[in-house]
């Protein structure tokens, strides 16, 4: 049986002690722990042995996840300055790990299917809001926590967002403190706002942003319609860099001076009077006709 084969016989029989075992049995070396494995490598002439069959080894250890032991390996390819060994580990390691990154995101989204939209048993969190605005727009800020200071769910999965015309609302499921939760917006606006010429984006760690258009220019005196459950504070830095073009927006125009309103209301009240002549002037004009 070559020594190849003669590996994998031994990984798959679960032998408590793991190793490679050589043409010769009286060649058979194995390590029952990765601290073993390590403490193997100091000795020359074990090291020996396992770099000469390092390709098999480097499948062991990457399959039993001892990523210290295949460190050392590596290292100790590149101190042999060992060119075509080095070249063979390193396609052999990225092979292998490329296998295990393949084997983990398959069994994320195993995980991620089975679970979702089942809501029992999750808690259910009512994300912390922060708004500010302008003449037109009104900016969202949405963190996946239930305070703004408190700290958030760092990865989100399956998120949905649907805007109308009076309403904002979000889902999307996180983990915080390795503990399952569903995180929510449900938003009935104060105002209305067009669905088409709003949009929402994933921003930092553990939040997103939204720009709702307003139907019709105006301020708003509130971001909700009704009561909410949801923390809602200030955008500071927002509500300052748009407090100007705001504030031009909403102020009425400046009223005409006093002295012009007055005439404009004299010009207005002459307007479809009938103009009257004295019989006397009427009596001159018929008079200078005849002569």
């Known amino acids: 049986m070559s020594r190849c084969v003669r590996f994998w016989v031994l990984c798959l029989c679960?032998?408590?002690?793991?190793?490679?075992?050589?043409?010769?049995?009286?060649?058979a070396i194995s390590f029952p722990t990765e601290e073993a494995f390590?403490?193997?490598?100091?000795?020359?002439?074990?090291?020996?042995?396992?770099?000469?069959?390092?390709?098999q080894w480097m499948r062991f250890l990457v399959s039993r996840s001892w990523w210290r032991a295949a460190k050392a390996m590596v290292l100790r390819a590149h101190q042999q300055l060992d060119r075509a060994r080095v070249e063979a580990l390193d396609f052999e390691v990225r092979l292998r790990t490329n296998d295990v990154k393949q084997e983990a995101d398959q069994l994320m989204d195993f995980t991620e299917e089975a679970f979702r939209d089942q809501r029992q048993g999750l808690d259910e969190v009512h994300c912390a809001l922060?708004?500010?605005?302008?003449?037109?727009?009104?900016?969202?800020?949405?963190?996946?926590?239930?305070?703004?200071?408190?700290?958030?769910?760092i990865e989100i999965k399956d998120l949905t967002v649907n805007i109308s015309e009076r309403n904002f609302t979000l889902a999307a499921?996180?983990?915080?403190?390795?503990?399952?939760?569903?995180?929510?917006?449900?938003l009935p606006l104060f105002g209305l706002i067009s669905s088409t010429g709003s949009s929402w984006s994933s921003a930092s760690v553990g939040r997103a942003t939204a720009t709702l258009q307003k139907i019709a220019p105006e301020k708003w005196t509130k971001l909700t319609s009704s009561k909410s459950k949801h923390q809602i504070t200030s955008w500071l830095d927002m509500?300052?860099?748009?407090?100007?073009?705001?504030?031009?927006?909403?102020?009425?125009?400046k009223a005409a001076p006093k002295e012009a309103v007055a005439k404009a209301a004299a010009d207005s009240s002459k307007k479809g009077q009938r103009v009257s002549i004295s019989w006397q002037k009427r009596s001159l004009g018929r008079d200078w006709k005849r002569k």
């Open 14 to 27: 679960g032998r408590a002690t793991w190793g490679l075992v050589g043409d010769n049995d009286d060649t």
């Open 38 to 55: 390590l403490k193997g490598l100091e000795e020359p002439q074990t090291a020996e042995q396992v770099m000469s069959s390092h390709l």
């Open 130 to 153: 922060q708004w500010a605005q302008n003449s037109t727009t009104i900016f969202l800020g949405v963190k996946f926590a239930s305070r703004w200071s408190a700290p958030g769910a």
């Open 173 to 186: 499921f996180g983990h915080h403190s390795s503990i399952r939760k569903r995180y929510v917006v449900d």
């Open 239 to 253: 509500e300052e860099r748009w407090a100007e073009e705001l504030r031009k927006a909403s102020s009425p125009q």
